[in-house]
């Protein structure tokens, strides 16, 4: 299995950028499918992106795709979620997540398909 920490979290102000970070400990990284999740105070995890192992797909949630980038280097093991423009509702505790996976294009949008988890970064949005 792959040990993954993120890094990158932090307060902010509304409209400003984050990018978060997540490192993987396996050099098998390029053959999981990784993702973004998020969970606010009192919610439920929420799916945020996917890429494929790769990297030449991705896909996110609606209200995400507009303002996040999600993309990986799987020559430094690493995982990368750009955030722009953000919102205070985009305050949350971040994970990554990976899962393992036979096609290459293969896109996971449920928890459940993710079998190692980071311990998450959290991002606070100031209004």
């Known amino acids: 299995q792959v040990q993954l920490v993120e890094s990158g979290g932090g307060l902010v102000q509304a409209g400003d950028s984050l990018r978060l970070s997540c490192a993987a400990s396996a050099r098998t990284f390029s053959t999981y499918v990784m993702g973004w999740f998020r969970q606010a105070p009192g919610k439920e995890r929420e799916f945020v992106a996917t890429?494929?192992?790769?990297?030449?797909?991705?896909y996110y949630a609606d209200s995400m795709k507009a303002r996040f980038t999600m993309s990986r280097d799987n020559s430094k093991n690493t995982l990368y979620l750009q955030m722009n423009s953000l919102k205070p509702e985009d305050t949350a505790v971040y994970y990554c997540?990976?899962?393992?996976?036979?096609?290459?294009?293969?896109?996971?949008?449920?928890?459940?398909?993710?079998?190692?988890w980071g311990q998450g970064s959290k991002v606070t949005v100031s209004a």
């Open positions: 997540a990976a899962g393992a996976a036979q096609l290459s294009g293969t896109l996971y949008y449920n928890s459940r398909e993710y079998a190692c």
């Open positions: 890429i494929s192992k790769s990297g030449r797909t991705t």
